[in-house]
């Protein structure tokens, strides 16, 4: 079952660090090689993130918490993350320090 989840979330970031086909996108607002965008908190605040928070338990848990308020299949490209701003920035803070 965790297999099947982190397979659906590769290809959520695949979709994500991929830049739009219909030009929406720019190459600027692409993230820069190892990274990727999440979206967070109640305005959907961009932030860039690392590729090595995928192996942190923590942001696990946070993507698995994704996945059940919003699934893996959404339509606007984007991995939405299901917490407060603060929260999030903290755990990146920590998850960066470790």
Do not use: W
Request: glycine content about 8%.
């Amino acid at each position: 079952m965790g297999i099947i989840r982190i397979a659906n979330a590769k290809q959520m970031l695949k979709r994500s660090i991929t830049p739009k086909k219909n030009g929406l996108l720019s190459a600027k607002d692409s993230p820069k090689k190892g990274h990727f965008a999440v979206y967070v908190g109640e305005t959907n605040k961009r932030h860039v993130i690392p590729l090595s928070a995928l192996d942190h338990p923590l942001f696990q848990e946070l993507l698995r918490l994704a996945e059940e308020e919003f699934g893996f299949d959404n339509s606007e490209g984007g991995l939405k993350i299901p917490c407060s701003e603060d929260y999030f920035e903290g755990l990146i803070s920590l998850i960066s320090s470790t």
